[in-house]
């Protein structure tokens, strides 16, 4: 690990831990001082930005017209500060570390971090940060264990195993690289390996701190619970995937107690994070963001929103202005007996790509996943998919609950799916020993039919 990042690091927890007891006025005026820095520094070397808001450089936050992926990838080189970064070298560095499986810890030209988003709602995504800004992307990282109190031992490192994607150009990769040292033994592992080199690799690493995404938790809390994974994780974190209930209580009886659901992106890094009493509290003064309706009007507490607006308060690099997101998210106020004044993120309910629109009895249905939850959570041991073809459904069962049959699970679904107004179609149920994953190892869901461009 680049010893002057984490000293970085390491002063940056430092400062950052003596925010938890700011009440919500001194939030919100961090919130202002930072979103002026912010704003001066991008307005004076982004010349994307500096058009997009022409008119409106001293006008409040919501006042800015949103950007999307598209729009900051298609204007990408005006929109970065650093006159020298061009996307199309920043692209051929990530396919050097794709095509030569290279080291993800190592920095384009010694200087910048730099990583791409799957692509798999829409058009792929470049990010990149300098020294500093990557410092503060690992360190809201590690504010997970913070905020989640994972007891440490004295004079002993923290070992982490993280079970999440390998590929060089993931940030998930990318931070575990970088995090590796003497000071956080970390042990990477790769989804998408067969689950008894996972377990073996675990049991002899044996962490302190299990970090992955809930598809490839839940079938380790399977394994736990069978006696093949003999593991003691002080905090099992779960990242980059929705956390279903049923999930949760899988892998609470298997580790006892249960998992800290983190709310992070490529994108922003680290957005929020569980306490102690398992209250999901936003990073407020690293990020701002404003659930907002279709239209893009803000959405009042406790009312979910339809896509999410994020302000990043330490980009520079590539600034992050109300940058569109199409997490569907609640937030709920503040109050927590941790004492944290940080606002609460209630709920996250996934992506709108992730909402089905199937023909129905009145002209077409929008499916929730939480209609496919309903009926699948309880079937499957390790964890369910519902793909759309153009012929239908299929829904892919990562081993069957015992009492349950393929017959019973497409009664099942195409009677949740009339209920949510779906006209009947071709569903077909597959058991399955493992769910299909993205090309960055996710396993989500539901995916949806993309249309032909």
């Known amino acids: 690990m680049d010893v002057r990042i984490l000293s970085q690091v390491l002063y940056l927890r430092a400062t950052w831990r003596q925010r938890d007891g700011w009440d919500a006025a001194r939030i919100a005026a961090h919130q202002e001082q930072a979103l002026h820095r912010l704003r001066a520094a991008t307005y004076a070397g982004s010349e994307f930005y500096r058009r997009r808001h022409a008119g409106l450089h001293d006008a409040p936050l919501t006042e800015l017209p949103p950007v999307t992926k598209a729009e900051l990838m298609e204007n990408f080189d005006e929109a970065v500060t650093t006159p020298d970064l061009r996307l199309a070298d920043l692209e051929a560095h990530l396919r050097f570390l794709t095509q030569s499986?290279?080291?993800?810890?190592?920095?384009?030209?010694?200087?910048?971090?730099?990583?791409?988003?799957?692509g798999t709602s829409g058009r792929r995504g470049i990010f990149v940060w300098n020294r500093s800004e990557w410092a503060s992307v690992l360190a809201s990282y590690a504010r997970v264990n913070d905020w989640a109190a994972v007891a440490t031992v004295p004079g002993k490192p923290v070992k982490m195993a993280l079970v999440s994607s390998r590929v060089p150009t993931h940030q998930s990769a990318i931070v575990g690289a970088s995090l590796a040292s003497r000071f956080v033994p970390t042990l990477r592992l790769d989804v998408t390996a067969p689950i008894d080199e996972t377990v073996s690799a675990l049991n002899a690493?044996?962490?302190?701190?299990?970090?992955?995404?809930?598809?490839?938790?839940?079938?380790?809390?399977?394994?736990?619970?069978?006696?093949r994974l003999h593991i003691a994780p002080a905090g099992v974190m779960s990242a980059s995937e929705v956390l279903t209930a049923q999930a949760a209580a899988e892998m609470q009886d298997a580790w006892g107690s249960a998992p800290f659901d983190i709310y992070a992106a490529t994108e922003t890094a680290g957005i929020a994070s569980p306490c102690v009493y398992r209250n999901r509290h936003v990073y407020e003064d690293l990020v701002i963001v404003e659930p907002v309706d279709r239209g893009g009007s803000p959405v009042p507490p406790g009312t979910t929103g339809a896509k999410l607006l994020v302000t990043v308060l330490f980009s520079r690099t590539l600034p992050l202005i109300r940058y569109e997101m199409s997490d569907t998210v609640?937030?709920?106020?503040?109050?927590?007996?941790?004492?944290?004044?940080?606002?609460?993120?209630?709920?996250?309910?996934?992506?709108?790509?992730?909402?089905?629109?199937?023909?129905?009895?009145?002209?077409?249905?929008?499916?929730?996943?939480?209609?496919f939850h309903a009926a699948l959570d309880d079937v499957a041991t390790s964890g369910w998919q519902v793909i759309q073809d153009p012929s239908g459904l299929r829904v892919l069962v990562a081993g069957i609950t015992p009492g349950h049959t393929t017959a019973g699970i497409r009664a099942a679904v195409a009677a949740a799916l009339a209920g949510a107004g779906a006209s009947p179609l071709p569903i077909d149920v597959q058991v399955v020993d493992r769910l299909e994953r993205t090309a960055l190892g996710k396993a989500p869901f539901v995916r949806a039919l993309r249309p032909r461009a």
């Open 101 to 118: 499986g290279g080291d993800p810890a190592r920095p384009f030209r010694g200087r910048w971090r730099v990583a791409a988003t799957a």
């Open 330 to 371: 609640r937030l709920d106020g503040r109050g927590c007996p941790c004492g944290r004044s940080f606002s609460l993120l209630e709920d996250i309910e996934g992506r709108m790509e992730d909402v089905l629109q199937l023909p129905g009895r009145k002209g077409s249905a929008s499916i929730h996943p939480n209609v």
């Open 205 to 227: 690493f044996q962490p302190r701190v299990l970090v992955g995404y809930a598809s490839a938790l839940r079938p380790l809390a399977a394994e736990q619970r069978e006696g």
